[in-house]
Structures are given as C-alpha cells and as structure tokens.
C-alpha cells in the first residue's frame, strides 16, 4: 500500500501473474479516485478514475475496486508485463471549503520479474 | 504529438539565484498546473492557472512565482532559490478543473539542484 516514508513499498510479481496494489484513503469527502503510472525519470500518467458512488470499474487489462467501508482502493493489473515496471499511486479529490483539492499517495514500487 | 513539454529538464542551481522553468502545453488546455515531488511525499501542488491570464496559490506556494500569459504556456519562478527547493518539477494540464475530473497530463519533469 502506500507509504509516507523515505522507500517505496514494492510489490515484486512474475510476468504474466495478476498485480494489486492498494492504497488507503482517510478522507470521506472525496468524490472520485484516481490512479497513476510513473516510469522512471518520466512524468505520471493517468490510467483509470472512479466515482465515489461506484465500487468497481474496469478498463483495459487494469480493474479498480474502491471499498468505502473501510477506505481502500485498489487497483488489479491483469496478466502483468515487464513494461507495467513503474511507480504507481492513488490520487483522490476532495471537495472541502476551499474547492476541489487533488491529493496524491506516495506510491508502490511494481516490480515485474521474467 | 507533443503533449506537456517542460524546460529545461535539468538545473543546478547556487542559493540565491533565480530561474524560470517553462511548460507548454499543444492540447488547447485551460487549466495548467505546477506540482513538486519529494522523496517520500506526494505531489504537491505549488500554483496553478484556470484560464489565460490568471494564477492561483496552491497547497506549497512560498517561493515560488508564476505566470500564464499565453493559454498554451505556464511559467514557474525561483526568485531566490533555496536548498529547500532541490526537487523534480512537473507541469501538468488537463481541459476541465479538477472537480470534474483527475486526468491530468504531466509533462515529464524537471530536475532542479540547489546548492
């Protein structure tokens, strides 16, 4: 799951295994979640969203499950490939006083052994 | 296609001086934002634009000046740089605001050096 501290937690699959990385949320004003592929030494990009009023979606290869009851979300990468290798965080928004505040996890570290 | 692209990728930097890094953005973005990421932190959000013209603090401001005077670029300022400010910059847009969706596009960083 992820992390506040100075090393990533790394979850290490075989190719070609099923991945799920999970994250923890504390905050019950978020409306949607967000997860994020970083490669290294490249910007974060975006893979897949969900709504706070929905408790799974699936996309391409990737399934993202959020579970409101005890704040968690996850996310399931299918038959995992060795170019799925990267850093991947949550993101949620929360709508509070001061508008829409997008907050960002510290991430897992996937690795993918052949 | 372009996408984000941020300028220059790498900076090293004595305490004290000043720098600017540039985004642009070929996507017809209205929003634009500027993120730093730190060992062991999240993103954090530092300014960000919602239209040509206007700037806005976010969550780590201090220190920091920026300006959107053209729709496609967005610019971040070190007036006098600090030790603190060694971190990996992003630039990021998306074509709507963050309440309605998380899909921002990220450029892919720039690494600045205080000493």
């Known amino acids: 799951g992820e992390s506040v501290g100075l090393h990533l937690p790394t979850l290490s699959v075989q190719e070609g295994d099923n991945s799920i990385i999970n994250c923890a949320y504390s905050?019950?004003?978020?409306?949607?979640f967000i997860w994020y592929k970083q490669e290294s030494g490249k910007g974060p990009q975006f893979i897949i969203d969900i709504r706070s009023n929905m408790d799974k979606r699936q996309g391409q290869r990737v399934t993202v499950l959020l579970n409101k009851t005890v704040k968690h979300l996850s996310l399931q990468i299918a038959a995992t490939q060795p170019g799925d290798s990267a850093v991947y965080f949550c993101a949620e928004n929360v709508v509070g006083a001061g508008g829409n505040k997008l907050t960002f996890g510290t991430g897992t570290q996937l690795k993918v052994e052949l | 296609n372009a996408g984000v692209t941020q300028t220059p990728k790498f900076r090293v930097l004595k305490t004290g001086q000043s720098m600017t890094l540039l985004c642009a953005q070929d996507?017809?973005?209205?929003?634009m934002y500027w993120y730093r990421q730190d060992p062991g932190m999240g993103l954090r959000l530092i300014h960000y634009?919602?239209?040509?013209?206007?700037?806005a603090k976010g969550e780590v401001p201090d220190g920091y000046n920026v300006s959107r005077l053209k729709k496609q670029n967005f610019l971040l300022g070190l007036e006098s740089a600090a030790p603190s400010q060694t971190s990996v910059y992003f630039c990021?847009?998306?074509?709507?605001?963050?309440?309605?969706?998380?899909?921002?596009?990220f450029g892919e960083g720039s690494r600045l050096t205080v000493l």
């Open positions: 905050n019950s004003a978020s409306d949607y």
């Open positions: 990021a847009s998306s074509y709507i605001g963050v309440g309605y969706t998380g899909e921002l596009f």
């Open positions: 996507m017809n973005h209205e929003y």
């Open positions: 634009s919602v239209g040509e013209g206007t700037t």
